[in-house]
């Protein structure tokens, strides 16, 4: 079937490339938030790249469905939360969906190679910091590799829920995938805890970062300590989930 007939196909129940929404301009060529469903084609690092420059601006958790077999990818109807609980202290960002079904999909030819997404914005730390005050003498920079490229307890739950599929994180640093080998869920402060230690003993080495980087010189600084940090957490939880991290500088020479 051809890319045309499986798009007059599906057109009767997503909107591709819809008019209007949100006040964005006709025939929207990069992916953006939005509360509808809409369907775009592109190749999946021009997609992660859209979802990278996002997490830079966003104010919101968003979520897309990506079938790398054909290209789409699928936003859903979705419900953008904020949650900060000052008597507990829990802030954070999500959303609520409902993850189009296998068959479903496969039915309306969108495809069968199923990758599910959601940056991670960095409006996060600013909002963590209204109601946290920062330390003066840790950069930006800190917050953001502490904080940002990882999966939280909320999204290692979605990967229970959705098993057989893969799961990434899209972050203004660059792609986090992850799985986990275990259903037994850790709490978020234990995750704090982890992360934390393994902030703290990253050690870097050249040879370890021609692994993730072709110019390990002239890579940005905190893309660096985002890998170093997922290195040492792979050792720390490696029974219990894996964690793998593509900076923005990987993606943007695939691009």
């Known amino acids: 079937m051809s890319l045309k007939e499986r798009i007059n196909r599906i ?4 909107k591709l490339n819809p008019f209007r929404i949100n006040g964005y301009p006709p025939f929207q060529k990069e992916l953006f938030l939005s509360t509808e469903e809409y369907l775009m084609c592109k190749g999946t690092s021009e997609g992660e790249l859209d979802m990278i420059k996002l997490a830079e601006t966003a104010d919101q958790e968003d979520h897309w469905t990506h079938f790398e077999d054909t290209g789409f990818w699928y936003h859903p109807q979705i419900m ?15 959303y609520s969906t409902i993850s189009i079904k296998k068959e479903a999909a496969k039915n309306m030819g969108l495809g069968e190679d199923i990758v ?3 940056i991670h914005p960095d409006s996060f730390i600013d909002m963590f910091h209204q109601h946290n005050p920062p330390e003066k003498k840790l950069p930006r920079g800190f917050y953001k590799t502490k904080m940002l490229p990882y999966p ?10 959705l098993p057989n599929r893969e799961h990434r994180i899209a972050t203004s640093l660059g792609i986090t995938s992850y799985r986990i080998h275990t259903p037994d869920i850790k709490s978020d402060e234990d995750w704090h805890e982890i992360i934390m230690d393994c902030y703290l003993n990253t050690e870097l080495r050249l040879s370890e970062l021609q ?8 890579s940005p600084r905190d893309e660096v300590l985002a890998y170093g940090i997922i290195r040492n957490l792979n050792r720390t939880i490696g029974d219990y989930a894996t964690i793998e991290f593509t900076p923005k500088i990987s993606i943007e020479q695939k691009t």
């Not at 057109?11 to 997503?14: A, D, G, N, V």
């Not at 939280?152 to 829920?161: E, I, P, Q, R």
């Not at 692994?211 to 002239?218: C, G, I, L």
């Open 152 to 161: 939280n307890g909320a999204d290692f739950k979605t990967t229970l829920n």
């Open 116 to 118: 599910e997404y959601h």
């Open 11 to 14: 057109l009767p129940t997503i």
């Open 80 to 94: 953008h939360k904020t949650r900060v609980d000052l008597e507990t202290g829990i802030i954070g960002m999500g």
């Open 211 to 218: 692994e993730a980087f072709r110019d390990p010189y002239n």
